[in-house]
């Protein structure tokens, strides 16, 4: 009879110790996806703090191409104007050049040309601090990887992963840099 306990107190322990295996592979498996989700969410970010950057650039630098072509074909009528003799022509052109610096006064009054340095220099740096959120994203991503291939790889627990196979013995990519992308890296700054 002691005999029988013991043998069903064995199986009880085998059996809390095999369920309790397959739950921690199991919560690893999903904090690799977890992890996963994370790098998903940075590369989103990362796109969205380009296509803000781009944006903002792309928006200044219109406005100063349209004003400089602007001044730039006023100028030519004016001196035309002034090569022909035609002065009513050339008041009007340079008048015409007048109201374009005044509107560019209130334009940089309303947004300054500092402010949208500023606004540039700041998506610069989101894009240098979403750089780095990603890379913490892929390291820990890589890290919950090492851990459970590590742990499937165990004695026991890879009974266990042999057992359910098709639940418990995943593969998965690491995130990983060349190693001239690594050098590149290294030697990035910010450049304006």
Request: charged share 25%; glycine share 0%; proline share 2%.
């Amino acid at each position: 009879m002691s005999s029988l306990l013991i043998l069903i107190a064995l199986v009880a322990l085998l059996f809390i110790w095999f369920v309790a295996t397959y739950n921690k592979l199991i919560r690893m498996i999903e904090a690799i996806n977890n992890n996963n989700k994370q790098i998903d969410i940075q590369l989103d970010r990362r796109y969205k703090v380009f296509e803000s950057l781009i944006n903002v650039v792309k928006n200044y630098m219109d406005y100063e191409k349209s004003t400089l072509k602007d001044v730039v074909a006023l100028r030519n009528q004016a001196q035309q104007a002034q090569a022909a003799g035609d002065q009513p022509t050339r008041i009007a052109a340079e008048n015409e050049i007048s109201k374009i610096a005044s509107n560019i006064n209130l334009v940089f009054e309303q947004y300054p040309d500092l402010k949208a340095n500023q606004n540039a220099l700041q998506l610069q740096e989101e894009i240098v601090n979403t750089e780095n959120k990603l890379a913490y994203a892929k390291q820990a991503y890589n890290d919950s990887i090492e851990q459970y291939n590590a742990t499937k790889k165990s004695f026991f627990e890879s009974m266990i992963v042999n057992m359910a196979k098709e639940k418990l013995d995943k593969s998965f990519i690491y995130w990983n840099l060349p190693a001239d992308q690594v050098t590149a890296k290294e030697a990035y700054t910010v450049k304006l």
